[in-house]
């Protein structure tokens, strides 16, 4: 568990909406309308509601709430990985039919 308190008023941090292009062009849709359920504090939020850390070598998505980590996604030249361990689950709008 973290022991940083990161308000929302630091500037480390952007919001969700950081993670629609890298996740819609592998995705081919806006995910920051998808909703995560964070592991540990069982709190349901759509992706754009959450912290995410773009100063690393990937992106890290944090629940706002209690801060863990909820999504994590790193770009290689070949491959995109994305681990979701600290969502329980991630749910989304199909389009219309």
């Keep these: 568990m973290s022991t940083t308190n990161v308000g929302a008023d630091d500037p480390s941090w952007v919001d969700g909406n950081a993670l629609a292009g890298p996740l819609g062009e592998l995705m081919g849709t806006d995910l920051t309308v998808a909703e995560l359920t964070c592991a540990n504090c069982r709190t349901t939020r759509p992706l754009a509601a959450m912290r995410v850390f773009d100063r ?35 749910s989304f709008p199909l389009p219309n039919a």
């Excluded at 209690?66 to 689950?89: H, K, P, Q, W």
């Design 56 to 90: 690393a070598p990937g992106l890290v998505a944090r629940c706002p709430g209690c801060e863990d980590v909820v999504m994590r996604l790193v770009r290689t030249t070949e491959r995109a990985l994305i681990d979701l361990r600290g969502s329980l689950v991630v």
